[in-house]
């Protein structure tokens, strides 16, 4: 019916037709999909949740004179990175954490800052002080380093996430008798309440469920500047149970994605602090969906009613790996602050920010009207359903003892 | 009749004297303990809720000035870091007084500062940590 291309020639028109993931539900109900998939080009998707798999690297430039820190060690603001690299460049994680954080020693741990505050700091252009260590080399005399660095000097600092955007999540509750400190939040004992983490209707993998689309090399809107999905994401689990629609109603794919973290805004990559659990990043995320036929249409506009996940105990069985899950519920319920578990009234709250997912979505819509985004075509597909792509669990082999 | 909830500061000379005791049975005012404690700085810090007849709660409220207690509504205390904030809702069901509420149409958190009681919960499991106590 319309092909990307068409799409970017009437983007640079300014004819170009864009609605975000929750106006699209509204104009199909109205108009029915056969009208609106002729009318409307994009779709727009947000998200904007805690996503601990995120990190960035850096390359900081050559000091005089000239210093290895691969193989040493390097830290930001207190915050270990990784330094297998060579010289100079460097990666921080999210979740990395001050050597003399006390973690879980006082429990629950506050987790006050980590990798992530620091990444943040950085989107804002503030400087952070980093301070490494090399083992000194011919070429390489020197053995430490200590200064303030910017963002703006670095040579690339690049945000490069390796699983983002979870397709669908869990509901987390805790069936003990005892409080407990996740990183689905503090859930209260025996049913307390029920935290769930997905944009529901404006979730880009849940507007596109297999994969049509959204690929290798799709463009998007990262952490406020614009992104590239890299790969598919850690974990990615296309193969989970779906509904009649298409859309999966357990955790299924997931992105890996890659932007430069320079033209990133510091509102949309919020370090944060999970009581008991640890650091992490909340990263925004939109993607574009090209409508292109009916079907993309009739994917896009589903409705958090048509949205299912499973309520899972993180007491006992997820710790566990025991599978199994107390109840199925949609976004539709979660979204009323109430569902009911085992014949319980539940109280539920949300991790991931719905209105921060629909300013995602109006701002990437924005920059389409513009004439500032053009969508790009993958250049190859995600892992699908049937592509027998799965989720293993670590199977442990014993060391065996070498006989003396 | 009146209820409202209000903070005590003692200084540190009235830390070990009666004085709430007093609003009972002088004024015959209703409280409600819903946190205390003596400060490092020595400073005996009391959240109460207190109610009873508006005549009663403001000669109650008039003595407790008069020796020395400083009083603060309640609301000025909890407070949210709007800039921090990203509406995301994990401190809804863990509020005790439910003073967070989503609001049905724009889907963001309203805080309402009457209903909070200090104790404090949504502090730290707040992510971005937006909100803040200020005693």
């Given at each position: 019916m319309k092909t990307v291309k068409e799409i970017n020639d009437k983007i640079k028109k300014g004819e170009v037709v864009v609605v975000t993931a929750e106006e699209v539900i509204d104009l199909v109900q109205k108009k029915g999909v056969k009208k609106v998939a002729q009318e409307v080009d994009v779709v727009t998707c947000g998200t904007f949740g805690p996503m601990c798999s995120s990190g960035a690297w850096f390359n900081i430039g050559h000091s005089k004179p000239r210093i290895k820190i691969g193989g040493g060690t390097c830290k930001l603001n207190d915050v270990p990175c990784y330094t297998g690299f060579a010289a100079v460049d460097i990666y921080l994680g999210a979740t990395a954490l001050p050597d003399d954080d006390p973690r879980n020693k006082v429990y629950p741990g506050e987790f006050k800052y980590g990798?992530?505050?620091?990444?943040?700091?950085?989107?804002?252009?503030?400087?952070?002080?980093?301070?490494?260590?090399?083992?000194?080399?011919?070429?390489?005399?020197?053995?430490?380093?200590?200064?303030?660095?910017?963002?703006?000097?670095?040579?690339?600092?690049?945000?490069?996430?390796?699983?983002?955007?979870?397709?669908?999540?869990?509901?987390?509750?805790?069936?003990?008798?005892?409080?407990?400190?996740?990183?689905?939040?503090?859930?209260?004992?025996?049913?307390?309440?029920?935290?769930?983490?997905?944009?529901?209707?404006?979730?880009?993998?849940?507007?596109?469920?297999?994969?049509?689309?959204?690929?290798?090399?799709?463009?998007?809107?990262?952490?406020?500047?614009?992104?590239?999905?890299?790969?598919q994401g850690t974990q990615h689990n296309p193969s989970v149970p779906r509904k009649e629609n298409g859309i999966p109603s357990a955790p299924a794919g997931t992105l890996a994605v890659i932007g430069d973290l320079k033209q990133m805004k510091p509102q949309w990559l919020v370090g944060s602090s999970m009581l008991g659990y640890g650091v992490t990043l909340i990263v925004g995320i939109g993607v574009p969906i090209p409508i292109l036929d009916e079907e993309a249409l009739q994917y896009a506009a589903a409705q958090d009613k048509d949205i299912y996940t499973q309520v899972v105990d993180y007491s006992v069985n997820y710790p566990n790996c025991v599978g199994g899950s107390l109840g199925e519920v949609n976004y539709d319920e979660l979204r009323s602050g109430?569902?009911?578990?085992?014949?319980?009234?539940?109280?539920?709250?949300?991790?991931?920010?719905?209105?921060?997912?629909?300013?995602?979505?109006?701002?990437?819509?924005?920059?389409?009207?513009?004439?500032?985004?053009?969508?790009?075509?993958?250049?190859?597909?995600?892992?699908?359903?049937?592509?027998?792509?799965?989720?293993?669990?670590?199977?442990?082999?014993?060391?065996?003892?070498?006989?003396e | 009749m009146v209820s409202k909830r209000i903070v005590l500061h003692f200084p540190h000379r009235l830390v070990n004297q009666p004085i709430v005791y007093k609003l009972v049975e002088e004024y015959d005012l209703q409280f409600n303990i819903l946190k205390a404690f003596v400060t490092p700085e020595e400073e005996g810090l009391m959240v109460l809720e207190l109610g009873g007849k508006r005549e009663n709660f403001d000669k109650g409220v008039e003595y407790l000035q008069s020796c020395g207690v400083k009083?603060?509504?309640?609301?000025?205390?909890?407070?949210?870091?709007?800039?921090?904030?990203?509406?995301?809702?994990?401190?809804?069901?863990?509020?005790?007084?439910?003073?967070?509420?989503?609001?049905k149409k724009t889907r963001k958190v309203i805080f309402n500062d009457k209903k909070c009681i200090a104790c404090e919960l949504c502090i730290k499991i707040c992510p971005p940590r937006a909100m803040e106590v200020h005693f």
């Open positions: 990798g992530a505050h620091v990444i943040q700091e950085l989107a804002a252009g503030e400087n952070v002080r980093l301070e490494a260590a090399g083992y000194g080399t011919d070429c390489y005399p020197r053995r430490k380093l200590d200064t303030l660095i910017n963002i703006k000097d670095l040579n690339e600092a690049v945000l490069f996430d390796i699983r983002n955007c979870y397709q669908n999540y869990n509901v987390a509750v805790n069936l003990s008798d005892k409080p407990i400190y996740t990183y689905m939040g503090m859930l209260k004992p025996n049913l307390g309440n029920a935290n769930y983490c997905s944009a529901g209707q404006f979730s880009p993998l849940l507007k596109d469920p297999y994969y049509r689309t959204i690929g290798i090399g799709t463009k998007i809107f990262l952490g406020g500047g614009i992104g590239y999905v890299a790969w109430k569902i009911i578990i085992q014949g319980k009234e539940v109280p539920t709250g949300s991790l991931s920010s719905y209105p921060k997912a629909r300013e995602i979505s109006e701002e990437l819509k924005g920059w389409i009207r513009k004439g500032d985004f053009l969508l790009s075509e993958a250049v190859a597909p995600l892992p699908k359903v049937g592509s027998g792509y799965s989720f293993k669990m670590l199977k442990e082999k014993p060391i065996l003892k070498k006989k | 009083i603060q509504p309640l609301s000025h205390d909890v407070v949210r870091n709007e800039t921090k904030c990203t509406n995301c809702g994990v401190c809804v069901p863990i509020c005790p007084t439910e003073a967070f509420v989503v609001d």
